[in-house]
């Protein structure tokens, strides 16, 4: 379906308040590039989400949401509470505060299934046969999570490599075995956060 010509002029004026709103740094570094750079594709797709006139197809087994990035932290409401962060040596915990290596690119690859990608650390988040999370430099198998919506609006991750093996924090902020937690356990809980 295409745009009326009526609202041409309203989505040019709404791209341009855009564009005059976000602040423009000076480039030095190739690692700031990548970041102005996402942060440009994350700023344009929420543009594109808020088009109510354009009617989009997706179609019941098409790629549901895939390419639409959303940048959040996930927090687990157990002990203290404690945000999942991807630490550059491939480490996966909990952290009270929100840090830099906290901040999670969580995007779809299929229906209901997703990668969460450490922004700071440039690893994806992953879990072994054992159950045991690390940070992966590559895309694999073990980078993909069902993200499952629970009756509290808190997600819980199981694993698609492994089902049955969920994303859990203990009360101390350590990660616990995927195969030892199920999502009825508030371990598992998740929340995203902006």
């Known amino acids: 379906m295409s745009v009326p ?9 709404v791209c341009g308040l855009i564009c005059s709103s976000v602040r423009t740094a000076p480039l030095s ?6 970041s102005v750079e996402r942060h440009w594709e994350t700023l344009y797709s929420r543009t594109l989400a808020l088009n109510p006139w354009e009617r989009r197809d997706v179609t019941r087994d098409g790629d ?13 409401n157990v002990g203290i509470g404690f945000h999942i962060q ?6 996966i915990t909990g952290i009270h505060n929100e840090n830099r ?15 969460l990608f450490g922004v700071r650390s440039g ?3 992953a879990m072994n046969g054992k159950g045991k999370l690390y940070g992966s430099g590559r895309y ?3 980078c993909k999570f069902k993200e499952n919506l629970l009756a509290n609006n808190y997600n819980a ?4 490599a492994h089902p049955g093996m969920y994303i859990g924090l203990s009360k101390t902020g350590k990660t616990k075995k995927g195969n030892r937690v199920t999502p009825a356990m508030t371990v598992t809980h998740f929340l995203p956060r902006i």
């Open 5 to 13: 010509s009526v609202w041409l002029p309203v989505r040019l004026l």
């Open 29 to 34: 570094t190739g690692r700031q590039n990548r």
């Open 64 to 76: 549901y949401l895939t390419g639409i990035k959303r940048l959040r932290r996930l927090y687990c």
């Open 86 to 91: 991807v630490l550059p040596d491939g480490k």
């Open 101 to 115: 290596y906290s901040l999670l690119e969580i995007s779809p690859v299929e229906r209901g299934v997703v990668t």
């Open 123 to 125: 690893l994806f988040l």
């Open 140 to 142: 694999n198998d073990e």
């Open 157 to 160: 991750y199981e694993s698609a």
